[in-house]
């Protein structure tokens, strides 16, 4: 049997475990009051599934209009989170509201909405969130100076009141089935941990529900209630994921095969290109070429 010590090992912070890669980046795009009305959606630099968008409320009301219709509206300070590029406009009244509106980016690899969970939209006033008021108040502070670094302070504080948001969805239960609620059970969010951590063991079902402290039925299940996919199919995400990146950055199929918990080469090479449609072969060209662009500038 494992230690209480070693279960617990993988469980402390799964987040800020997967935020330590790749990790959702704001890019704010309107700072300051805003009059009357904007519209917003899907943009052409980024795959949807890689899209989302935050509108912070410091003041004043903001409604939220889907097609014309309104869905939503925002009486007090608050965010509203999109996990996805749903198109909708944006209404103040003429006297205006103190606003900072963000496009999300999310990696192509790692952290995208659909495996964190999060909803098309979610409506959160900061009442509902406490603690977040050194983080605004600072965000808004960025957004009507005019200092060195401004849109770099800004893109940053919208990271943490992102990931600050993030964490509140999570307690509260807030997100579809997904990463963030796998990490409301200790057992499963244990699995999680040290799949990441060790993407390149053996990882059968059996041992895995050993970890969580489970029958293998009954972990089976509750795994995929809590993130919608079986555990093997959910690890395969995380190995093709990191072979991906790996490959990008100039490593050999060979040695990142190994160390992503695949025998064959030729098998990986065949689930990357099924899975993020390229080959490891264009992967390995492309880094090639841009070492050699860097080597040439320098």
């Not at 991906?244 to 190994?258: F, P």
Request: a negative charge; aromatic letters at 4%; proline letters at 6%.
């Amino acid at each position: 049997m494992l230690s209480e010590e070693t279960r617990n090992s993988s469980e402390k912070d799964v987040l800020s475990d997967l935020f330590a890669g790749n990790h959702p980046r704001g890019d704010v795009i309107f700072a300051g009051t805003h009059c009357g009305s904007s519209h917003h959606q899907e943009r052409a630099d980024l795959p949807s599934q890689q899209q989302g968008m935050l509108h912070v409320l410091q003041n004043g009301t903001m409604r939220v209009l889907f097609e014309g219709r309104e869905k939503v509206i925002l009486d007090r300070p608050g965010v509203v989170l999109f996990g996805c590029p749903l198109p909708h406009d944006i209404e103040t009244p003429e006297g205006g509201a103190s606003m900072v509106c963000a496009n999300l980016d999310f990696p192509d690899i790692g952290l995208s909405p659909a495996k964190l969970g999060l909803p098309e939209y979610l409506v959160l006033p900061f009442d509902e969130l406490p603690g977040l008021g050194t983080i605004t108040d600072q965000l808004f502070s960025e957004s009507q100076g005019a200092q060195p670094g401004q849109r770099t302070a800004i893109n940053l504080l919208v990271d943490l009141l992102l990931l600050m948001v993030l964490r509140h969805c999570q307690a509260k239960n807030l997100v579809r089935p997904g990463i963030l609620a796998a990490m409301r059970d200790p057992r499963i969010a244990r699995v999680v941990g040290e799949l990441h951590q060790k993407p390149g063991e053996n990882w059968s079902v059996e041992r895995q529900a050993e970890i969580a402290g489970m029958s293998r039925a009954s972990f089976a299940a509750r795994f995929r209630d809590l993130l919608g996919t079986s555990p093997g199919d959910f690890l395969q995400t995380i190995r093709l994921d990191l072979a991906l990146g790996l490959l990008r950055d100039g490593k050999r199929l060979q040695a990142v095969a190994g160390q992503v918990g695949y025998r064959s080469t030729t098998a990986l090479a065949r689930a990357i290109q099924q899975r993020h449609k390229v080959s490891p072969r264009e992967l390995h060209a492309d880094s090639s070429a841009e070492n050699s662009a860097f080597q040439s500038a320098v």
